[in-house]
């Protein structure tokens, strides 16, 4: 009988493990150094929009149910709009689900910069993002400079030191 039973046992752990060996890999995690993932996401008017090249940019993941992504607008809006004349611009990808809601957020935030709307994720799931807030900052090149997770003080002295450096076509020498 206890034969039985570790025959029965075996056949579902070779199945089990044949399944499981046989999903599909997983999106590569994004480094430093490695060329942004270029997409096309609807804007709130429901315009699909490229991400922008030839710029630095923020690329951030977020959502307004996030206390961390609130958290970080407010730096995130004034950071926008003291380098935007130069070259910068941010790319806030929301994987909110509400669409109303996410509208009324930016209204209520007055965000003056590109938000995408990543209502199923599937952005978010190439970029291998499951935190939020996660950014990516990008240079002139389309090179990722610093992958950043949580909520960052977009205004610290150190942030805008890179910022200006890349904005100046410089390599960044220490990591943020």
Known sequence: MLGRWLAVAAVFALI????????PDSHKKLAVGDSVIDFSLPDLQGKMKP????QVMLVNFWATWCPPCRKEMP???KLYQTYQ???FNIVAVSVDRDSKQLKDFVGEYQVPF???HDIDSTVSAQYSVFRYPETFLVDKHGVIQAHLVGAIEWMSPNIREKIEKLLADQPLNTPL
Do not use: E, N, T, Y
């Open 114 to 116: 590109d938000v995408r």
């Open 85 to 87: 004349s130069q070259g």
């Open 51 to 54: 991400l922008p090249k030839g």
């Open 75 to 77: 730096d995130m809006i």
């Open 16 to 23: 089990g493990g044949g399944a499981w060996f046989g999903l």
